[in-house]
């Protein structure tokens, strides 16, 4: 019988990239793997867990209780639990939740293979089976991060920034080409800054150069870019080269310079203005996905009314905002007093998606007629969904066809043009197969 194991990945997508990491090696070694199936058969359970925020934690803390009482049933006989919660709070996890078989930090890989009794395969480094639907896949080009905004315990679970160097990862890409993959996506968690702990210089113009050249990808797709830092060349990559999609994933977190100082976001609100402005005067369609965070110690009622006001003149594509939860051993924690309400912190961060449902409905309604490059994601119910250049899986906006006379297939690329547009959702017409 073919072993079989579950991987329940929570968090972000640098987590999902860990969690295909092992899926990677245990399918080497025979074994059927299955993704996010709470339902499953599996004997063998491993929850890939999320530390970042309050929310978050609760989620992989409920998840393991819900696979503990799998477990207790009979259903499960081993349960292992791996990521950013486990590296942050493993002993009081073990003392707590005791019926968990082992519990691993983040990059502990060969450990969970030894308890599985898999031999470590290091030669599948430039390997890698993904998850997501086989056109598509993440690219996590380093770990880690040596920024030290108050409000962030990434540093503190992922430690400094560990670059991977451009020889694996073009491998890496290539690898994935080779299994059908169109669109890299990007992560980091500073990608401005990627091979500067390498190189002693920022190298990520030079990775694009070489990610260009792997033939079979089409979309490359940058996220999580730090607003200091970002080389010249970047722009004028993204500018020129048309693999590299124009669109930029910028996490400003906050406008008002009162905040950013309280942050310890290391620049002025001066400098995310005039990268905004760079972007958009230098490729005109980009479109900018940010995240902010509002609540946070010290926010004044004239802080958020300056942030509203940049949402509203700059007129963000994609947004997302959180709302502050200290995170203890942060500098934010030790600092400051978490004094703003949840009711405020929930009110402001409503303002902002109201404000952003406006702007996106509006910058939608200007896409009706247009006509885009289209990829093809899944099927749902009568309809297919897709995405353009603008949109990142699971988070943008997306593109619903209805019905067509052309044969459609998932992970294919087709011209549409946008017949009708809602807030985060445009519908469209296939107009011509793209090869
Ligand atoms: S850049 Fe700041 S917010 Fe982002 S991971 Fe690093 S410390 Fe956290």
Redesign the pocket.
């Known amino acids: 019988m073919k072993k079989k194991i579950t991987i329940i990945s929570l968090g972000c997508s640098k987590n999902l990239v860990d969690s295909e990491n092992l899926s990677t090696q245990v399918q080497a070694d025979g074994w059927e793997v299955e993704f996010d199936n709470f339902i499953s058969d599996s004997k063998t359970v491993v929850i890939n867990t999320c530390g970042f925020i309050h929310d978050a934690k609760q989620e992989s803390i409920n998840t393991i209780l819900s696979f503990i009482d799998k477990k207790k049933s009979g259903k499960i006989e081993n349960l292992f639990v791996m990521g950013c919660l486990s590296e942050r709070y493993k002993k009081d996890l073990e003392k707590e939740i005791p019926e968990v078989d082992s519990y691993f930090g983040v990059n502990h890989l060969p450990d969970i293979l030894k308890k599985l009794k898999i031999d470590y395969r290091k030669e599948l480094l430039g390997e890698r089976k993904i998850s997501t639907p086989s056109h598509y896949a993440y690219l996590k080009i380093s770990e880690g ?5 108050s ?5 503190l679970i ?1 430690g400094k920034q560990i670059s991977i160097p451009i020889e694996i990862l073009l491998k890496q890409a290539q690898n994935l080409a080779q299994q059908g993959v169109k669109e890299l996506i990007l992560i980091a ?2 990608l401005s800054s990627y091979g500067y702990d390498l190189y002693k210089e920022y190298k990520l113009a030079d990775l694009l150069e070489e990610l260009v050249k792997v033939q079979g990808i089409e979309w490359i797709r940058l996220h ?1 870019i ?1 607003p200091t830092n970002l080389q010249k060349k970047v722009i004028e990559l993204m500018k020129n080269e048309p693999k590299i999609c124009k669109y930029i994933d910028i ?1 400003i ?1 906050h406008i008002s310079q009162n905040v950013l100082k309280n942050m310890r ?1 290391g620049h002025q609100s001066s400098t995310i203005r005039n990268l905004i402005k760079r972007f958009k005067t230098e490729i005109p369609e980009i479109a900018i996905r940010t995240t902010l965070l509002v609540g946070f110690p010290g926010e004044e009622e004239v802080d958020f009314q300056e942030l509203m006001q940049f949402v509203s003149q700059s007129k963000f594509d994609r947004l997302g905002v959180f709302t502050y939860s200290e995170e203890e051993d942060t500098f934010g924690a030790k600092k400051f007093k978490d004094t703003i309400s949840q009711e405020i912190k929930d009110l402001r961060a409503e303002k902002i998606m109201q404000l952003q449902q406006t702007i996106s409905f509006e910058l939608n309604q200007a896409k009706i007629g247009k006509s885009f490059k289209t990829i093809i994601d899944r099927k749902e119910n009568s309809y297919f969904v897709g995405r353009t250049e603008f949109d990142s899986p699971e988070v943008d906006n997306e593109i619903i066809i209805e019905n067509s006379d052309f044969e459609i297939e998932i992970g294919q690329f087709y011209k549409v043009e946008i017949v009708r547009a809602e807030e985060f959702d445009l519908y469209a017409k296939i107009t011509e197969k793209l090869l």
Not at 145 to 149: A, K, L, Q, S, V
Request: with cysteine.
């Open positions: 991060c040596n920024r030290t905004c409000f962030c315990a990434i540093p992922r968690q500073d999580y730090y996490p977190q976001r």
